[in-house]
């Protein structure tokens, strides 16, 4: 089973803030790597795929980058409802398919 | 637009059955993978099952093979999580989700809102 390991667990910013989350596997996913976005009570929202590839309507200001074991989801500039718990998944090696723990972004 | 909506949550006790459906609308329902994911309380989000667009694959998590039977019914547009032998531990929002690609190895685009199943004497 592949382990994905998110850092940091908690990231404190403000608003217009670049946010630089990181999604480490156990072992390589290629690019097959997503982010997910959780507000409190809600589901969550896919807004990357494959490693870099934007979701359907979420702004550019999300981005993703990696491949291999190592990801990064940058957020360039924070806005008031970017402030959520974010996890990424693995889809390379499955089943399981497998979540990371989560980093929750909040306001400092 | 596409719509996600469970049902069947509830309280239930330890050792008991319970069975989750997912009504979908607004996509091509058999062509899509679908899988169930669930949260504990206060918890990160963890895979139980998958099944690819046909139905005839279905793949679990190791915590609960065995227990979780998974399955849809394409003319329904309805996705089932039937649930056996029930643990306090199996306690969690469980929410269906659409998979991006027929098969079961895909990211999740559009998820239900959830149903709360509570495992409790």
């Known amino acids: 089973e592949i382990v994905l390991t998110q850092s940091p667990a908690t990231l404190s910013l403000s608003p217009g803030d670049r946010a630089t989350l990181s999604c480490r596997a156990s072992q390589s996913v290629s690019t097959y790597l997503a982010w997910y976005q959780q507000k409190p009570g809600q589901s969550p929202r896919l807004l990357i795929y494959d490693a870099s590839h934007r979701a359907t309507g979420i702004p550019a200001r999300f981005s993703g980058s990696g491949s291999g074991t190592d990801f990064t989801l940058t957020i360039s500039s924070l806005e008031p409802e970017d402030f959520a718990v974010y996890y990424c998944?693995?889809?390379?090696?499955?089943?399981?398919?497998?979540f990371g723990g989560g980093t929750r972004v909040e306001i400092k | 637009e596409v719509q996600l909506v469970e049902s069947g949550g509830g309280l239930v006790q330890p050792g008991g059955s319970l069975r989750l459906s997912c009504t979908a609308s607004?996509?091509?329902?058999?062509?899509?993978?679908m899988g169930w994911v669930r949260q504990a309380p206060g918890k990160g989000l963890e895979w139980v099952s998958g099944i690819g667009g046909s139905g005839a694959a279905t793949y679990y998590a190791d915590s609960v093979k065995g227990r979780f039977t998974m399955s849809r019914d394409n003319s329904k547009n309805t996705l089932y999580l039937q649930m056996s032998s029930l643990r306090a531990e199996d306690t969690a929002v469980y929410f269906c989700a659409k998979g991006s690609y027929f098969g079961s190895g895909t990211h999740f685009d559009y998820w239900g809102q959830g149903t709360l199943v509570t495992v409790s004497s």
């Open positions: 998944q693995q889809r390379n090696n499955w089943p399981p398919l497998t």
């Open positions: 607004g996509f091509s329902f058999s062509n899509y993978a």
